[in-house]
């Protein structure tokens, strides 16, 4: 395989970039991710690639549920906050409050334009990215103006 092109093309996926979040209380985590997309209408199912080594992953495996939590164009600062380890205290998450989301108590960053808590419902263990298959339960939208955040708005890369 040529290595480059399949790194350059990869990199060509059209991605967003959201929150998901999963636990409860001090226990909540949360971290930026760009590999999820929609996987059926009905049941509205989503599917979303976590990292198999990082806290966010064995919370949601821990609780078989998670959120989704949409960022605007203008919010590229609180995505990078999450990139990071996530750091929970009190109500907040990277100095970020959160709620609990009425369904599953997954956290919901309030924040945020929109957002979406889903259980899961398959896992897929491939490789270094577990894909969570998960159904939506409960959404909200606090903006229906916003313009969601793509991450090739930004200068980052996730992918190749
Ligand atoms: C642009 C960008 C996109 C990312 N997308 C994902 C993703 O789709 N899935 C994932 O598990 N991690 C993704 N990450 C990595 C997590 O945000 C990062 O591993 C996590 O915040 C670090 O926390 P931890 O060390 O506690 O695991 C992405 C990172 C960046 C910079």
Redesign the pocket.
């Known amino acids: 395989m040529n290595l480059e092109a399949k790194k350059t093309a990869l990199r060509m996926l059209v991605h967003g970039?959201y929150i998901v979040a999963a636990g409860q209380g001090e226990e909540a985590v949360a971290?930026?991710?760009?590999?999820?997309t929609q996987a059926s209408f009905q049941p509205p199912l989503i599917m979303v690639?976590?990292?198999v080594d990082?806290?966010?992953h064995d919370a949601i495996q821990r609780t078989g549920a998670l959120s989704v939590n949409i960022l605007a164009r203008d919010q590229q600062g609180m995505a990078q906050t999450?990139?990071?380890?996530?750091e929970t205290q009190g109500n907040t998450i990277n100095g970020y409050v959160f709620e609990p989301g009425p369904v599953t108590g997954s956290p919901l960053l309030v924040d945020t334009p929109a957002w979406f808590e889903a259980e899961v419902r398959h896992s897929f263990h491939g490789g270094d990215?577990t894909v969570f298959i998960a159904e939506v339960v409960e959404a909200g939208v606090r903006d229906p103006d916003a313009k969601p955040l793509a991450?090739h708005d930004t200068p980052?890369?996730?992918g190749g």
């Open positions: 970039i971290n930026g991710v760009t590999w999820l690639a976590i990292r990082g806290r966010l999450f990139f990071k380890p996530a990215h991450l980052w890369q996730y």
